[in-house]
């Protein structure tokens, strides 16, 4: 009788640590899924690993790779004390000039200098305009930049976790000012302001577009509130700020009102969010959503001129999380399964590249979350796993590809 | 279909759902949904409650029965033993029955473990996984992003030192008013280990897991000791001597 009894005393004593240190279901660590962007022929891209790189388009070889140190933080599961954790970059570089500026999700902003990079010299040197600003906490859960960068002429923009927006002097990394917390709700702010003439605005997990002057960081009274709050970075086309809302409906908003111009879908929402921020052409804007499909509407009405839907290889709807881009005058869209498409954007006629090697395979061999970026005919894109993707939209092909994982 | 899928289908996204429903309805207080979810899931568990609550009456009924058992065979333990357990047979009374109730509700808090990570969406990953496993229920979609404070508690953070007493001194004083002291020296000692390990084991656990799961069990145990109170008319074994205790 007594084996039994402890042998159940010691089940149920396990079962919570088996809860706490077996079912991870939910939790997922920040892996980042840093967008790619091109300049003078070398693209740049976060890494996985907590690396960027600038890889040559031509040659198709590695220029140099920095890798962002470490960051500690607390060990989870059952053990104790504080453990070493690759940083994660969620935001895509930014390129004036010969200086990289990069966003971190342990609240660093780095800018990097293209020659002491590929000189592989101590970071920072501040005699080739390097610098590194490092985000307050404030008091928030984290001090997380999860949001892309905004490049002025003079200065840098950034959005944090902490609920604040930083404007820092883009030659030092001075601080020029920051924003009251516009989210003390949820604190994160994790979408990319934008710039409209001399305003700076910006969309919140708690509804708002909030108008900040350029110079001072000052709330103007030109903000909006929506019941739900808003998934994707605002997009700004004339005097209309188009973005997604979490409640599943695209809104445009002109500047200044109280009211939405239009939302789209009319009368039932979407399938899903419109975490991807919207992009706008002649007077169609074309939005992906996460209920795999892209619409195209009238930028002055949200009439829908056509939708299209995006699959994963078994038929099934894929979510589309990174935005759609324009190449020439085709539509390029990439959802989450792998699959890239080339879409009419007259018509929503469509046509998914296929994988080189297995054409019943996805474009990839990898799920795409990261933003992707256009240059000329290729298309470059951050696979879910660390490689990077140039894909070729006239011969409709992955033209090649690179590991980002580099090894010691 | 893997069991991964069948687990989130049947459970795991049900509880999601409905949690953060709860939260759009109560304001848009997270806390408040996972204390209803709790009241929920009790009134759901309540005949298994209340088959343990008799059970529980029934051993405290039973005492001076065991007493006078005590006094007949304290030198033949395993006549004693035979005795008692032939007595709590009679009356269809299991001494661990109060543990049935918290085996049962394993699935649920497991469910709520990975609910309330995803609810909350700490990294951008887990947001973007959330939008997978919502309904299209406009109530869920309008409640998101949630808001992760409630009183003085991050739910989705873990470490909360005022929480891990709560919920290790509450767990304690239920099972103390529902576990009848052993008649057995050597069961006194391994009902006396689990009387102390199960608030220990959660008071530690409470320290890393998300305080939202936590606030689950704290609200779980207060029910259960407010619905002890009553159904049993006091305080049960909580004032309760054992038999070597009263012989002594």
Same mark, same amino acid.
């Given at each position: 009788?007594?084996?039994?009894?402890?042998?159940?005393?010691?089940?149920?004593?396990?079962?919570?640590?088996?809860?706490?240190?077996?079912?991870?279901?939910?939790?997922?660590?920040?892996?980042?899924?840093?967008?790619?962007?091109?300049?003078?022929?070398?693209?740049?891209?976060?890494?996985?690993?907590?690396?960027?790189?600038?890889?040559?388009?031509?040659?198709?070889?590695?220029?140099?790779?920095?890798?962002?140190?470490?960051?500690?933080?607390?060990?989870?599961?059952?053990?104790?004390?504080?453990?070493?954790?690759?940083?994660?970059?969620?935001?895509?570089?930014?390129?004036?000039?010969?200086?990289?500026?990069?966003?971190?999700?342990?609240?660093?902003?780095?800018?990097?200098?293209?020659?002491?990079?590929?000189?592989?010299?101590?970071?920072?040197?501040?005699?080739?305009?390097?610098?590194?600003?490092?985000?307050?906490?404030?008091?928030?859960?984290?001090?997380?930049?999860?949001?892309?960068?905004?490049?002025?002429?003079?200065?840098?923009?950034?959005?944090?976790?902490?609920?604040?927006?930083?404007?820092?002097?883009?030659?030092?990394?001075?601080?020029?000012?920051?924003?009251?917390?516009?989210?003390?709700?949820?604190?994160?702010?994790?979408?990319?302001?934008?710039?409209?003439?001399?305003?700076?605005?910006?969309?919140?997990?708690?509804?708002?577009?909030?108008?900040?002057?350029?110079?001072?960081?000052?709330?103007?009274?030109?903000?909006?509130?929506?019941?739900?709050?808003?998934?994707?970075?605002?997009?700004?086309?004339?005097?209309?700020?188009?973005?997604?809302?979490?409640?599943?409906?695209?809104?445009?908003?002109?500047?200044?009102?109280?009211?939405?111009?239009?939302?789209?879908?009319?009368?039932?929402?979407?399938?899903?969010?419109?975490?991807?921020?919207?992009?706008?052409?002649?007077?169609?804007?074309?939005?992906?959503?996460?209920?795999?499909?892209?619409?195209?509407?009238?930028?002055?009405?949200?009439?829908?001129?056509?939708?299209?839907?995006?699959?994963?290889?078994?038929?099934?709807?894929?979510?589309?999380?990174?935005?759609?881009?324009?190449?020439?005058?085709?539509?390029?869209?990439?959802?989450?399964?792998?699959?890239?498409?080339?879409?009419?954007?007259?018509?929503?006629?469509?046509?998914?590249?296929?994988?080189?090697?297995?054409?019943?395979?996805?474009?990839?061999?990898?799920?795409?979350?990261?933003?992707?970026?256009?240059?000329?005919?290729?298309?470059?894109?951050?696979?879910?796993?660390?490689?990077?993707?140039?894909?070729?939209?006239?011969?409709?092909?992955?033209?090649?590809?690179?590991?980002?994982?580099?090894?010691? | 279909?893997?069991?991964?899928?069948?687990?989130?289908?049947?459970?795991?996204?049900?509880?999601? !759902?409905? &949690?953060?429903?709860?939260?759009? +309805?109560? #304001?848009?207080?997270?806390?408040?949904?996972? =204390?209803? %979810?709790?009241?929920?899931?009790?009134?759901?568990?309540?005949?298994?409650?209340?088959?343990?609550?008799?059970?529980?009456?029934?051993?405290?009924?039973?005492?001076?029965?065991?007493?006078?058992?005590?006094?007949?065979?304290?030198?033949?333990?395993?006549?004693?033993?035979?005795?008692?357990?032939?007595?709590?047979?009679?009356?269809?009374?299991?001494?661990?029955?109060?543990?049935?109730?918290?085996?049962?509700?394993?699935?649920?808090?497991?469910?709520?473990?990975?609910?309330?990570?995803?609810?909350?969406?700490?990294?951008?990953? !887990?947001? &973007?996984?959330?939008?997978?496993? +919502?309904? #299209?229920?406009?109530?869920?979609?309008?409640? =998101?992003? %949630?808001?992760?404070?409630?009183?003085?508690?991050?739910?989705?953070?873990?470490?909360?030192?005022?929480?891990?007493?709560?919920?290790?001194?509450?767990?304690?004083?239920?099972?103390?008013?529902?576990?009848?002291?052993?008649?057995?020296?050597?069961?006194?000692?391994?009902?006396?280990?689990?009387?102390?390990?199960?608030?220990?084991?959660?008071?530690?656990?409470?320290?890393?897991?998300?305080?939202?799961?936590?606030?689950?069990?704290?609200?779980?145990?207060?029910?259960?000791?407010?619905?002890?109170?009553?159904?049993?008319?006091?305080?049960?074994?909580?004032?309760?001597?054992?038999?070597?205790?009263?012989?002594?």
């Amino acid at each position: 009788m007594k084996q039994p009894k402890i042998l159940l005393l010691v089940v149920i004593a396990l079962l919570p640590l088996t809860l706490v240190s077996c079912i991870s279901g939910g939790a997922r660590l920040a892996k980042g899924w840093s967008g790619t962007a091109v300049h003078d022929g070398i693209i740049y891209v976060g890494t996985v690993d907590g690396r960027v790189v600038a890889i040559n388009s031509s040659t198709e070889n590695l220029e140099w790779s920095y890798s962002i140190a470490p960051v500690t933080a607390p060990s989870s599961g059952l053990s104790c004390g504080q453990t070493s954790v690759t940083t994660a970059i969620y935001s895509k570089p930014v390129v004036d000039r010969d200086i990289v500026y990069i966003g971190t999700y342990s609240g660093q902003v780095l800018a990097l200098n293209m020659l002491a990079r590929s000189q592989n010299l101590t970071f920072p040197q501040r005699s080739y305009g390097e610098w590194e600003w490092d985000c307050p906490i404030d008091n928030a859960k984290s001090n997380a930049i999860v949001a892309d960068l905004l490049l002025s002429e003079d200065a840098i923009y950034v959005s944090s976790s902490n609920g604040r927006v930083y404007s820092l002097d883009k030659e030092f990394g001075d601080l020029n000012w920051e924003s009251k917390i516009l989210d003390e709700k949820h604190r994160k702010l994790w979408t990319s302001p934008v710039i409209q003439g001399n305003t700076l605005y910006v969309s919140t997990f708690d509804g708002h577009i909030y108008a900040l002057s350029l110079e001072t960081g000052e709330l103007s009274d030109r903000s909006f509130e929506s019941e739900a709050g808003f998934a994707s970075s605002p997009v700004i086309d004339e005097d209309t700020i188009f973005l997604g809302s979490f409640d599943r409906y695209l809104y445009a908003v002109k500047i200044g009102s109280d009211l939405p111009m239009w939302k789209f879908p009319e009368e039932k929402p979407a399938g899903n969010w419109f975490w991807a921020s919207p992009i706008v052409n002649e007077g169609i804007v074309y939005a992906g959503c996460l209920d795999g499909k892209v619409y195209a509407l009238e930028a002055d009405t949200g009439k829908e001129l056509w939708q299209f839907e995006s699959q994963d290889s078994r038929g099934k709807p894929a979510a589309i999380v990174s935005p759609p881009v324009l190449v020439g005058n085709l539509l390029i869209v990439a959802n989450e399964a792998g699959n890239v498409y080339v879409i009419n954007p007259e018509t929503g006629n469509s046509e998914r590249i296929k994988n080189r090697k297995n054409g019943d395979k996805p474009t990839i061999n990898a799920q795409i979350r990261a933003s992707i970026c256009a240059h000329e005919d290729l298309v470059y894109i951050r696979g879910e796993d660390n490689r990077l993707y140039v894909v070729d939209i006239d011969k409709r092909e992955v033209s090649w590809d690179f590991p980002l994982t580099i090894e010691e | 279909m893997s069991f991964l899928d069948v687990w989130y289908l049947i459970i795991g996204n049900p509880v999601l !759902n409905v &949690l953060i429903a709860l939260s759009h +309805l109560l #304001s848009g207080e997270f806390g408040l949904a996972i =204390i209803a %979810l709790t009241i929920v899931v009790r009134l759901i568990s309540w005949p298994l409650t209340k088959r343990q609550l008799k059970s529980s009456k029934a051993l405290q009924d039973m005492q001076p029965k065991i007493q006078e058992l005590q006094k007949k065979y304290g030198k033949n333990q395993q006549k004693l033993q035979q005795e008692t357990m032939k007595l709590y047979k009679e009356a269809g009374v299991n001494p661990l029955g109060c543990l049935w109730p918290m085996l049962v509700q394993f699935p649920i808090w497991i469910a709520l473990y990975q609910a309330i990570i995803r609810a909350l969406a700490t990294t951008p990953e !887990n947001l &973007l996984d959330l939008a997978h496993r +919502l309904y #299209s229920w406009d109530i869920v979609n309008q409640a =998101i992003p %949630l808001n992760s404070h409630f009183l003085w508690l991050d739910l989705g953070s873990s470490g909360d030192f005022i929480l891990a007493i709560i919920v290790g001194g509450t767990m304690w004083v239920q099972q103390k008013m529902t576990q009848a002291p052993a008649v057995d020296p050597r069961q006194q000692s391994t009902s006396r280990m689990m009387l102390l390990m199960m608030p220990l084991m959660f008071g530690f656990i409470t320290l890393m897991v998300p305080s939202g799961l936590a606030l689950y069990w704290a609200v779980s145990n207060i029910i259960g000791i407010i619905t002890q109170y009553f159904f049993t008319g006091g305080w049960g074994y909580l004032k309760f001597r054992s038999p070597s205790q009263s012989t002594q």
